[in-house]
């Protein structure tokens, strides 16, 4: 009998994040082996039985050198063949292969753009270079600049070049919240005009600037003003075919999500670009077409979940606060129903279950460091800029 041939090894970074557990049961589903790394000692991730292996790594925000050999050294001993990062942790990785030249494929642009994505003045004017329309965006360097559009503030909204999940966004700011900001060059911020519509957010996925992979969605509850907790599918053309222009036009490869708003007249504007994976990620549960277009490159996928998707533990900690102010609790008990634990996998339960331990892991970092609880769950994986001196 013929000895059988081991299956492939793909290393997902970021093993935190929901995006990375439903990534290891697809291609655990499609056959790889799959190594899940990050810094926590529980992450989510780790609990799944698509998990073969989880190793720990240096913070690579704190120890970006402890950081890059201990994923060399992990490439090298687990024969992993493809990497996929999920979070921040792709600046650091995309990083790391310029300069180390891993054997493994990351599945993910090189430095430079990924930077210019990332940065919401850059990616506006990277919108612009390709025919793209998109929002009206100032860049703010100091308080010269800013005193140059503060007339104009009440039309604007205000937000950090390097941020996420809307931290610190000022939405047409009064005088005395614009006089608190403190812009300098190594950390600046955008101002952009306010535009009146529709939120949404979109999940990509492209090989060399080819669309395979498309998911577009709303948010209904968020986790304070930034991150989505409950996801409700949508379609619109205009969305599909500016993220396909965009691809196209940057030669993208890898994982690309965006926050987008509709606007009344029906057209689709730009506000924002995620390089990373989000939570569109979740729409798709087809392990064997959605791995080949990420791993050989070959054909496209479609979502193929209809209902909203959830996290109930994330829905109760600040869905149910939100709908309790609002006086929208009939809403809410109706969303609830109608949802989807994103967490559940046939035949694996343990990350359910895990989700409560993680936390504690997140609650403890948030109460030692005096931060929120959705500053912990990134603290140190957070990449804002080339000079991390301004984070």
Request: glycine content about 8%; charged content about 20%.
């Amino acid at each position: 009998m013929p000895a059988s041939i081991p299956p492939k090894s793909v290393l997902i970074t970021g093993a935190r994040a929901p995006v990375a557990l439903h990534l290891a049961r697809l291609f655990h589903g499609a056959g790889w082996r799959v190594v899940l790394a990050d810094t926590p000692a529980s992450p989510l991730s780790a609990a799944s039985l698509a998990c073969a292996r989880y190793i720990r790594l240096p913070p690579p925000r704190f120890e970006p050198q402890g950081y890059g050999d201990a994923v060399e050294d992990l490439v090298k001993r687990e024969g992993i063949s493809l990497v996929l990062p999920t979070c921040e942790d792709v600046f650091y990785l995309a990083a790391m292969w310029r300069e180390r030249h891993p054997t493994a494929r990351l599945f993910a642009p090189e430095s430079d753009l990924l930077a210019r994505a990332h940065n919401k003045f850059d990616f506006i004017e990277l919108c612009k270079g390709l025919g793209l329309a998109a929002p009206h965006t100032t860049l703010i360097r100091n308080r010269a600049d800013l005193t140059a559009v503060s007339g104009s503030a009440s039309k604007m909204v205000f937000k950090p070049a390097w941020s996420r999940f809307a931290s610190r966004v000022l939405l047409r700011p009064r005088p005395e919240e614009l006089d608190a900001l403190t812009p300098t060059p190594q950390a600046p911020w955008v101002a952009q005009e306010f535009l009146e519509g529709e939120e949404l957010s979109a999940y990509a996925i492209a090989n060399e600037g080819r669309l395979q992979a498309f998911s577009l969605y709303r948010s209904v509850y968020r986790a304070g003003k930034g991150a989505g907790i409950y996801f409700v599918p949508v379609e619109n053309g205009a969305a599909k075919a500016f993220v396909s222009r965009f691809a196209a036009g940057t030669g993208w490869t890898g994982q690309l999500s965006f926050d987008l708003i509709r606007r009344p007249d029906g057209s689709v504007l730009p506000l924002e670009c995620n390089p990373r994976a989000t939570s569109g990620l979740h729409f798709f549960r087809n392990p064997q077409a959605f791995a080949a277009v990420i791993a050989a490159g070959e054909g496209t996928v479609e979502p193929d979940v209809a209902r909203p998707q959830t996290v109930r533990l994330a829905l109760w900690l600040y869905g149910l606060p939100a709908a309790l102010r609002s006086g929208a609790i009939g809403g809410f008990l109706r969303n609830l129903k109608a949802a989807d634990e994103l967490l559940d996998w046939p035949d694996d339960p343990a990350p359910k279950r895990a989700q409560w331990r993680a936390l504690g892991e997140i609650a403890a970092l948030a109460l030692r460091h005096r931060i929120s609880l959705q500053r912990a769950s990134t603290r140190d994986i957070e990449w804002d800029g080339p000079d991390q001196s301004s984070m």
